[in-house]
């Protein structure tokens, strides 16, 4: 059974840093493209970052470029986001997923299979 446990969410003030986990189990995560969405408050979930089995390519959403940072544990089973300069607008329930097998990493929604429950990221002003 293919699980994904997203942590680290919480209130942080803007200017802040978090960092979320995700740790997978179920598949050998290391063949797969990993991804991190967020759906804000009366909004659409939308693409946040990318990257590739091996940790060697990443791709990120604009409003994140230069911010955040996407990367894999040394298992390839944990993926990282280190969030910096947070802005209140950064607030949304963040969820980690799995792509399917062979493709690079996409901000496409639905090249995506297996989803965490997520987790809250709030950012006060």
């Known amino acids: 059974q293919v699980q994904l446990v997203e942590s680290g969410g919480g209130l942080v003030q803007a200017g802040g840093s978090l960092r979320l986990s995700c740790a997978a189990s179920g598949r050998t995560f290391s063949n797969y493209s990993m991804g991190w969405f967020r759906r804000a408050p009366r909004k659409e979930r939308e693409f946040v970052a990318a990257i590739s089995w091996s940790g060697g390519s990443t791709l990120y959403t604009d409003s994140v470029k230069g911010r955040f940072t996407i990367s894999r544990g040394n298992a390839k089973n944990t993926v990282y986001l280190q969030m910096n300069s947070l802005k209140p607008e950064d607030t949304a329930v963040y969820y980690c997923?799995?792509?399917?097998?062979?493709?690079?990493?996409?901000?496409?929604?639905?090249?995506?299979?297996?989803w965490g429950q997520g987790t809250q990221v709030t950012v006060s002003s």
């Open positions: 997923a799995s792509q399917r097998a062979g493709r690079a990493p996409t901000a496409d929604l639905s090249a995506y299979d297996y």
